[in-house]
């Protein structure tokens, strides 16, 4: 699979006349809960030649390249401009992004370049608002009733845990699920649970059902409640645009 990606990779680069600069694994497999039939989430962060920017209806462009999903592959990825936007408004799905286990493609210095600027953009509210409205929404729809899709547990779970890491000053939550558990879930039957749910996810189909768990239940709701009035969201950093302005022309070339 991995040599797939990496010619799926170079077959963007040509069709789409662009040069990927980092590529990575996200989702269930680079949060190490991936179940035997999970989709492999390759996302990207390109650049076009510089003179593709230099256009009058700059903002009308599409700044994002997303292929069909196949039986396997759900592949897509942000032009570096539309990163660099969301990065100065520490965009968790990018953070992750940039901290995944498995990278495909990078370019030398890209990342260190990103992450030696991350402490003037990094903010834990903004990282907690996010992690909670997921949390809640995923709750919401998908964790009512006697029986629930599995998964749906993860998709909860790991943004509550987030919030939870954040909220103990423990800096940017981890994209790898299990370093959350150890840190964050101390309580002996939320442990077994979680453990339990991850040899079941892991042991099993993307689409398994089940009975709901009330152990994970109870645990998510108490902390929903709990944090039912927390004000987490930012109203933006104001953080210099330099930094950043001058890393897009680092990496944007001449036609």
């Not at 590529?23 to 809960?33: D, I, T, V, Y």
């Not at 990207?44 to 462009?61: G, H, M």
């Not at 800096?171 to 699920?177: D, K, M, R, S």
Request: hydrophobic share 40%; glycine share 6%; proline share 5%.
């Amino acid at each position: 699979m991995r040599a797939r990606i990496l010619d799926r990779l170079k077959q963007i680069e040509t069709e789409h006349s662009v040069k990927i600069l980092y590529a990575c694994e996200s989702g269930s497999r680079a949060w190490g809960f991936a179940s035997q039939d999970s989709d492999y989430d390759v996302r990207f962060v390109y650049v076009r030649p510089r003179d593709w920017y230099l256009a009058v209806d700059l903002e009308r462009r599409r700044d994002v390249i997303e292929l069909p999903i196949d039986d396997a592959l759900d592949i897509n990825g942000w032009d570096l401009r539309k990163a660099l936007k969301l990065f100065h408004k520490s965009n968790p799905p990018l953070l992750e992004w940039l901290n995944s286990p498995t990278v495909y493609r990078q370019t030398p210095g890209f990342c260190e370049a990103l992450n030696d600027l991350l402490p003037q953009y990094y903010s834990p509210s903004a990282c907690a608002y996010h992690y909670l409205h997921m949390a809640r929404g995923n709750f919401r729809e998908y964790l009512q009733g006697d029986s629930v899709r599995l998964k749906k547990y993860l998709y909860v779970l790991r943004p509550l845990l987030a919030v939870l890491w954040i909220e103990q000053q423990r800096g940017q939550a981890p994209t790898l699920f299990q370093a959350l558990v150890d840190a964050v879930a101390t309580e002996t039957g939320l442990r077994a649970a979680i453990d339990g749910l991850l040899a079941t996810k892991r042991g099993g189909l993307e689409t398994a059902w089940g009975p709901s768990i009330p152990a994970l239940g109870d645990f998510i709701e108490r902390e929903l409640n709990r944090l039912r009035y927390a004000n987490f969201k930012s109203d933006g950093t104001s953080a210099s645009w330099q930094p950043l302005n001058e890393l897009f022309r680092a990496y944007t070339v001449a036609d």
